[in-house]
């Protein structure tokens, strides 16, 4: 029954990779034999964090169960490729995890989750948003017209607009980015506002793969509205 699983270790057993547990002798009965994630690895105890998040939120010893390596055959199913209902079932879950399982556990699930989540968003998006592979840059002017700097915001891009609203600033989080081109648009909303005027600032979307690449695309465009009066 096993034969296959011989020589599987923790490190074959990422946090997120997505399980079906199977106990072995001395513990069946006892543990579930069910589909789950991985949290992370359990201290050095050669074994890892299961959770099975169908039984509802982490608890330890309920719904979180710690298994040998050999006991948790990896599914062809990732949390890439898990439906869209289950996964966001999955991440809204992993908020809500009791004291037994510690945050320091959850961490590497919830840094697995993000990782997903994010190409999740873009396999969506790439389809059909116009917002993939561009920078959307609120760009603050000189009296001149020449770029000055800007807020830069992009598809997947760590955002804190796009994050829950944390009660107190000092656990504030980011999350991917979904909405850059409204940023983008409500930053020099807000600066007219403040300012009184639309001069000054305007938004660009160059295409760009880092930030240093956008200023930098900003920078020119920004130079050639400024001599020729277009783009
Ligand atoms: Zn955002």
């Keep these: 029954m096993h034969n296959i699983t011989i020589g599987r270790t923790v490190a074959d057993l990422p946090p997120g990779t997505i399980v079906r547990t199977e106990p072995g002798p001395l513990l069946a009965g006892r543990l579930p034999i069910d589909t789950g994630v991985v949290i992370s690895a359990w201290g050095i105890s050669g074994m890892v964090l299961v959770w099975f998040w169908g039984m509802g939120q982490p608890v330890a010893g309920l719904s979180v169960h710690a298994y040998f390596p050999a006991e948790a055959e990896p599914l062809t199913t990732t949390l890439e490729t898990l439906p869209a209902d289950e996964f966001v079932t999955l991440a809204q879950l992993t908020d809500q995890s009791y004291d037994e399982v510690t945050d320091a556990e959850l961490i590497p699930l919830a840094a697995a989750l993000r990782h997903a989540a994010l190409t999740r968003i873009r396999r969506i998006l790439a ?42 600033p000092y656990f504030q989080q980011t999350a991917p980015c979904l909405n850059p081109r409204a940023h983008a648009w409500n930053q020099v909303e807000d600066w007219s506002y403040f300012h009184g005027t639309d001069e000054g600032h305007r938004v660009l979307a160059p295409r760009a793969s880092s930030r240093e690449e956008a200023y930098e695309a900003a920078a020119e465009m920004c130079e050639r509205i400024r001599t020729t009066g277009h783009l």
Aim: aromatic residues 10%; hydrophobic residues 45%; glycine residues 10%.
């Design 127 to 168: 389809a059909r948003d116009s917002q993939v592979g561009r920078v959307f840059l609120a760009v603050v002017l000189d009296d001149d017209g020449r770029y000055m700097g800007s807020n830069a915001y992009a598809l997947g891009w760590d955002c804190l607009r796009c994050a829950p609203q944390a009660l107190d």
